[in-house]
């Protein structure tokens, strides 16, 4: 079964909005897809309740700073990046994808300094 399909079935202590998102981008971008599949096979077994712990689960990933509540993901070796914000509630964190791309696009978008306020989803 198609893991992120199988994420909707699964109860997850964080809860990812837009997961359409990851599905299309891996509709455009085929090799990407075994590696947000990963991705999101290792966010249905999290269990957050502060940011540092999203550091715990994803080693590679970058918080980033100026109060943003956002979370840079380095997927498939470094090939992709995604930026997500985050919101912890009572019982469950949200996580909002933002923004998708290649490590070179991500570039572009930091060298523009958009990276605290990119939205395109």
Known sequence: MNLLKLSCYIYMRVHLIKKQTIEDYCQEQP?????????VSILQLSDWSIPA????????ADLL???SNRVVFNIG???????????FGAKMIHLF??????????DKVCAK????SINYY
Not at 31 to 39: A, P
Not at 77 to 87: L, V
Not at 97 to 106: L, N
Request: with cysteine; hydrophobic share 25%; glycine share 8%.
């Open 31 to 39: 090799r990407s897809k075994s590696s947000f599949e990963h991705w």
């Open 53 to 60: 712990d999203i550091m715990k689960t994803y080693a590679s």
């Open 65 to 67: 700073g100026n109060g």
């Open 77 to 87: 070796g470094n090939h992709y990046r995604m930026i997500c914000k985050y919101a």
């Open 97 to 106: 994808v933002c923004w998708i791309g290649t490590h070179a696009e991500y």
């Open 113 to 116: 300094n958009e990276q605290y």
